[in-house]
T-cell receptor, first 112, second 113 residues
Framework: SQQGEEDPQALSIQEGENATMNCSYK?????LQWYRQNSGRGLVHLIL?????REKHSGRLRVTLDTSKKSSSLLITASRAADTASYFCATVAPSGNTPLVFGKGTRLSVIA | DAGVIQSPRHEVTEMGQEVTLRCKPI?????LFWYRQTMMRGLELLIY????????DSGMPEDRFSAKMPNASFSTLKIQPSEPRDSAVYFC???????????FGPGTRLTVL
């Protein structure tokens, strides 16, 4: 299965701290994507990292990918209350024929 | 661009009634996805289309569920007859190609009484 599995299931931190979420998957990938979902809303794409990339940055987000361990991590630096949301990873198979399969997500709470 | 548009945003119906959910993907996108999200099961892919053709409907729970995409700018997900266990938030998403990011609509919250 291409399904990503996020860890931890829930994370609570203070505003200003860094938040790290992890994702593991089982088979080869073309790319791995991270999404955010605010309560009651649709998912929003955050960042895509390709299988030949090891690290990618976007603002306060840093994503790493270790294809040998089949794992990825999402780091949010200097967290804000507005970062409170669920975060999902999902992978795309090399063929591209299998669509994204999402895990159950990590619920992040940032306390002001 | 208005993004992915879904209607209705909320639907409350009684068991046994037919429910039709609608989605307008982003113009130019050629892949469309229907998802269902519940607390118990998380986000589940129901079906996806590529160039208006259904590619994989293995996630459709039962024959009560059907989906169509008559053209590149419109898709429907129909439940007939509806049951209380169908209560969930249904999302539509679109993308350009199979590899890229998906753009999600705001979802339809369905409650079947």
């Amino acid at each position: 299965s291409q399904q990503g599995e996020e860890d931890p299931q829930a994370l609570s931190i203070q505003e200003g701290e860094n938040a790290t979420m992890n994702c593991s998957y089982k088979t080869s990938i073309n790319n791995l994507q991270w999404y955010r979902q605010n309560s009651g809303r649709g998912l929003v794409h955050l960042i895509l990292i390709r299988s030949n990339e090891r690290e990618k940055h976007s603002g306060r987000l840093r994503v790493t990918l270790d294809t040998s361990k089949k794992s990825s991590s999402l780091l949010i630096t200097a967290s804000r209350a507005a970062d409170t949301a669920s975060y999902f990873c999902a992978t795309v198979a090399p063929s591209g024929n299998t669509p994204l399969v999402f895990g159950k997500g990590t619920r992040l709470s940032v306390i002001a | 661009d208005a993004g992915v548009i879904q209607s209705p945003r909320h639907e409350v119906t009684e068991m046994g009634q037919e429910v039709t959910l609608r989605c307008k993907p982003i113009s130019g996108h050629n892949s469309l996805f229907w998802y269902r999200q519940t607390m118990m099961r998380g986000l589940e892919l129901l079906i996806y289309f590529n160039n208006n053709v259904p590619i994989d409907d293995s996630g459709m729970p039962e024959d009560r569920f059907s989906a169509k995409m008559p053209n590149a700018s419109f898709s429907t997900l129909k439940i007939q007859p509806s049951e209380p266990r169908d209560s969930a938030v249904y999302f539509c998403a679109s993308s350009f190609g199979s590899f890229g990011e998906q753009f999600f609509g705001p979802g339809t919250r369905l409650t079947v009484l």
